[in-house]
Nanobody, 115 residues
Framework: QVQLVESGGGLVQAGGSLRLSCAAS????????MGWYRQAPGKQRELVAR???????NYADSVKGRFTISGDNAKNTVYLQMNNLKPEDTAVYYC?????????WGQGTQVTVSS
């Protein structure tokens, strides 16, 4: 099992910044990638950004140039730095990890961007 705990969500004005953290524990030795997803009310969960165990990253078009995903292997933690936030970024943000073909999810953290 892999446990994921997110932190760092909150309320911010448009144009502001937040940094989300996701700490992984448990059987993390075979995690091949981690990422951040988000789900806004009435919408499907969507990929925001992901990073592989080798450090490769990819982003949703809507956040390119504004969000940065990074990892700290020593702390088993993945971060999502979010800059120039927009009201449409408002959602519950979930951390995810893939261990082989098995996905694991965090409990989610709310990000609200006011206009």
């Amino acid at each position: 099992q892999v446990q994921l705990v997110e932190s760092g969500g909150g309320l911010v004005q448009a144009g502001g910044s937040l940094r989300l953290s996701c700490a992984a524990s448990g059987r993390i030795f075979s995690i091949n990638g981690m990422g951040w997803y988000r789900q806004a009310p009435g919408k499907q969960r969507e990929l925001v950004a992901r990073i592989t165990s080798g450090g490769s990253t990819n982003y949703a078009d809507s956040v390119k140039g504004r969000f940065t995903i990074s990892g700290d292997n020593a702390k088993n933690t993945v971060y999502l730095q979010m800059n120039n936030l927009k009201p449409e970024d408002t959602a519950v943000y979930y951390c995810a990890a893939a261990r082989g073909a098995t996905p694991y999810w965090g409990q989610g953290t709310q990000v609200t961007v006011s206009s």
